[in-house]
């Protein structure tokens, strides 16, 4: 049998649309903004761009673009990573933003453009607070900077007393 | 000095601090004071891991023998290590008795100092004319800008709290201070990279560092403790004796098992 593979750009991204987060797995790669580019070369090679630079979910992800577009028909296909520009929450796109709030995760807010410049530590010093993903009130406290996984941290809904994950602005 | 060995003299003591401070801050996995900073630190160590990553396989690359990150990292000895010594002491603090357990604050006030440094370094080195080195420290300085939010955030409430908290921070403070000095005394390795446009002159971030660790020390109601001549030599691959029981550690089990792979 010969499979006839339509062989454009569209499709491979179609088939990227299908590989979630290792580590919330309703957030597809698309989702996450780190599939910067698609080239349809002789073989198919797919830029992605690592979130965290340790983030160890990376290895898995690269698996599992190869695995999708072998699946896909796209034998060889191959991956490689870039830097720059550097991720930004700021490209999770908007049904990614819905998927995570619906998974009980707080979405992002703006990353700044810039962390330039010397921060002025004050204790009380008000910061945008992330809505709880369960009830929707902004009456939310810091349980800790740092989560589960590199990219979140911890929070608690003063309303509704349930802490939840908060996916960090970077 | 020959351009080539600078840049890459330059890389691994970026990368090589990077790596022994995050080894460092690992050990604290499963022996944090509470369950919320034992995944902070947990946290910070494989950022900056992540950063010795990024450094080694670029510095593996330019240095073109053959090796990876892997290599350079499992496979070098303390006097091929070129991190600065301020990464490498113990997170149970330089007084003597105290050897066995972590001091946090003393991990507190060393991320502080180091990660201070680190932000200004990464801002200047986003603009290096090494795109590479370029485009890993506009990465690192999302994640170090963080980090030092995190470090700010317990200085100030260490500082600023108990009488047992204000002298365990100002005991570590002072102990670190003089490390200090290496972060921002250049040499030849320096002056060539920054000749290039690769790299920073390091004593051009002294006082943007300095504005921001004493405000948070102000803040912290901690005492800038006074200037010190002590100049630590880790960067050149001369180490005090806590490297090499890092690197033991660090690097047994790919040394016991060459070729080992996940």
């Known amino acids: 049998m010969s499979a006839v593979i339509e062989h454009n750009a569209d499709a491979v991204w179609a088939l990227l649309a299908g590989v979630l987060d290792p580590e919330i797995p309703v957030l597809s790669i698309c989702d996450l903004g780190i599939v910067r580019e698609v080239r349809m070369g002789e073989q198919v090679e797919v830029v992605i761009t690592p979130t965290y630079a340790g983030c160890p979910a990376m290895h898995v992800i690269e698996q599992s673009v190869r ?14 990573t870039t830097l720059t520009p550097a991720w930004t929450t700021d490209w999770i796109t908007a049904a990614g933003r819905a998927k995570l ?3 009980g995760i707080a979405p992002p807010g703006a990353a700044h453009a810039n962390t330039a410049q010397v921060i002025h530590f004050k204790r009380a010093t008000p910061q945008a607070v992330p809505a709880c993903p369960q009830c ?7 349980l800790s900077q740092f989560g589960s996984t590199a990219c979140k941290a911890l929070y608690r809904c003063v309303e509704c007393r349930e802490p939840f994950d908060y996916f960090k602005p970077y | 000095m020959q351009a080539h060995i600078a840049h890459l003299e330059y890389l691994l003591r970026l990368g090589d601090s990077s790596l022994v401070l995050g080894q460092r801050l690992g050990e604290w996995t499963g022996h944090g004071p509470v369950l919320e900073e034992d995944i902070a630190m947990a946290n910070v160590a494989l950022d900056l891991v992540g950063q010795a990553r990024l450094l080694l396989t670029h510095a593996a690359q330019l240095e073109g023998a ?25 997170n149970s603090g330089l007084e003597k008795g105290r050897t066995q357990s972590g001091d946090y604050a003393f991990s507190i006030v060393r991320n502080l100092l180091y990660c201070a440094y680190q932000v200004q370094l990464w801002q200047r080195l986003s603009s290096s004319n090494d795109a590479q080195l370029a485009g890993i420290a506009a990465k690192s300085l999302k994640e170090s800008t963080y980090h030092l939010r995190h470090a700010a955030d317990w200085t100030i409430r260490f500082g600023d709290g108990t009488e047992e908290s204000h002298a365990r921070a100002q005991r570590a403070l002072d102990a670190l201070w003089p490390y200090t000095n290496e972060l921002f005394a250049d040499d030849a390795v320096e002056q060539e990279v920054a000749e290039a446009g690769i790299g920073v002159l390091n004593e051009s971030l002294r006082e943007d560092w300095h504005a921001q660790v004493v405000a948070v020390l102000e803040e912290a ?21 806590h490297l090499d029981f890092l690197l033991a550690e660090m690097q047994v089990l790919a040394r016991a098992h060459p070729g080992a792979v996940w």
């Open chain 1, 67 to 80: 695995e999708a577009l072998y699946a896909g028909g796209y034998a060889g296909a191959r991956v490689s």
């Open chain 1, 101 to 103: 709030q619906a998974y």
């Open chain 1, 136 to 142: 929707g009130s902004t009456h939310t406290e810091l």
């Open chain 2, 66 to 90: 053959g090796r990876d990150e892997d290599q350079l990292a499992y496979f070098r000895d303390a006097r091929a290590y070129r991190n600065f010594s301020i990464c490498e002491l113990p």
């Open chain 2, 221 to 241: 109601t901690l005492r800038e403790p006074r200037p010190s001549h002590l100049l630590t030599t880790g960067k050149t691959g001369l180490h005090s004796e």
